[in-house]
């Protein structure tokens, strides 16, 4: 499933093609054990529809398995701040060359992306455990930062293997699991 139907015809070993977002894919109830959003959940604009979407596909015992940037790392947190004030494309534009920019880029909205909002949400929508995981390498964020300001994500990281928080790292890794037994 992509609203982009251009990469999703990429996939020559996808069986069954959903050119829409999660919301609006029709797809029958409890179809699916496992579904998983990689770095998707940073886009979504509509979270309780997209979590009750992922509720519905999902059979009793299914998990939603996931990737996103983390809401508590200071990168999620200043691209959520560009974006409110309108100005994300421009600034990445002018740190990113252009071509990527035009290609990879999706506006981020960064709604859900933080473990206190899944679960809380998730809970409305028959999602009853929650595990959360953390992950950063220096490569994907020092890529952002010009010159010597690449250093900054290695002190980011070293500042957080020093006082052990791990939430704040940044990518947010996780499983929701569907209320019920599989069946």
């Known amino acids: 499933m992509d609203p982009d ?16 977002t999660l919301e609006k894919a029709e797809i029958q109830a409890a179809s699916f054990d496992c579904a998983y959003a990689i770095y ?5 604009q509509q979270e309780r529809e997209f979590l009750q979407a992922a509720s519905r596909v999902l059979k009793p ?11 508590y790392h200071y990168f999620a947190a200043i691209a959520a701040l560009l974006g409110n004030l ?14 990527l920019v035009a290609e990879y880029h999706y506006p981020a909205l960064y709604r859900l992306n933080r473990p206190d909002t ?7 929508f028959g999602f009853d455990r929650f595990e959360f995981r953390y992950s950063e390498q220096f490569w994907e964020f020092a890529c952002y930062f010009p010159g010597p300001l690449k250093t900054f994500p290695w002190l980011w990281e070293r500042m957080v293997e020093v006082t052990r928080q791990e939430y704040l790292l940044g990518n947010l890794i996780g499983r929701m699991i569907k209320t019920g037994k599989p069946s």
């Not at 139907?5 to 829409?20: C, E, F, G, I, W």
């Not at 015992?61 to 809401?71: C, E, H």
């Not at 309108?86 to 071509?99: C, D, F, M, S, T």
């Open 5 to 20: 139907t251009t990469k999703l015809s990429r996939h020559p070993l996808v069986q069954a093609r959903y050119p829409a």
């Open 40 to 44: 998707v959940f940073e886009h979504v």
């Open 86 to 99: 309108g100005v994300q494309r421009k600034v990445l534009a002018l740190i990113r060359p252009e071509q």
């Open 61 to 71: 015992g299914g998990s939603l398995f996931f990737i996103t940037p983390n809401g």
């Open 118 to 124: 899944l679960r809380k949400l998730g809970q409305e």
